[in-house]
């Protein structure tokens, strides 16, 4: 079999695939804007983007158009501020986003694009802000949440993004000030009240 042979078979099956690589800038500069390749038309492989001051944007990776992988994104300031999974345009697994000082804003999962399990999110001086699960993206079961001083102050539970079941609220110094229940987002029953020396008693009844 002749190499021209071979030659004609490798254009037929490789050839097909053309790639480009393409540069862009701002307008009316020289400042880049992104540089990446094209492989038909689409976006593949590794993509860079700038800010106007030349610092990186992001650092994202594509196959044949569609986000995939480990992406990547920057503040002005040269700062991290996100690193996300794709697969095919779609967030999955783990993400963590930070405030542009470094602290971590929020960390969790994606499932099928949405929010999923565990959540936590916290206060640009690093203290923990609130932590739940989420399912679908819709906000379930038990929930925690803090003052920026670190100090708890609101604790239950949550149906359907809605509050359900038993709450209990803390001043910023930690004492329990109110507790009481909840159903589909409204109070019912005998909700009741804390004193400063920790005595209990009746504040409404929402029957």
């Not at 030659?7 to 009316?28: A, H, K, M, P, R």
């Not at 492989?45 to 994104?73: E, R």
């Not at 993206?137 to 003052?147: A, E, H, S």
């Amino acid at each position: 079999m002749s190499n021209r042979y071979f030659i004609v078979l490798y254009l037929l099956f490789f050839g097909l695939n053309v790639f480009s690589q393409d540069t862009t800038y701002y307008e009316n500069t020289s400042q880049l804007n992104s540089v990446g390749k094209y492989l038909n038309g689409s976006k593949h492989g590794k993509w860079v983007y700038y800010f106007p001051n030349g610092v990186t944007s992001a650092v994202q990776f594509y196959d044949h158009g569609a986000l995939m992988g480990s992406q990547t994104y920057y503040y002005p300031n040269g700062v991290l501020q996100a690193i996300e999974h794709w697969q095919f345009d779609l967030l999955v697994d783990s993400a963590i986003y930070y405030y542009d000082n470094g602290v971590i804003e929020k960390a969790g999962e994606y499932r099928e694009g949405l929010y999923g399990g565990e959540w936590r999110f916290y206060y640009s001086n690093n203290t923990l802000k609130r932590v739940g699960c989420y399912k679908m993206g819709v906000p379930i079961g038990g929930w925690l949440f803090y003052y920026e001083n670190g100090i708890l102050w609101q604790s239950g539970a949550l149906n359907n993004g809605e509050d359900d079941g038993w709450w209990q609220y803390h001043d910023e110094s930690g004492q329990l000030t109110y507790e009481g229940l909840f159903r589909q987002g409204k109070q019912v029953g005998t909700w009741y009240k804390y004193h400063k020396n920790g005595k209990k008693k009746k504040w409404k009844n929402f029957d």
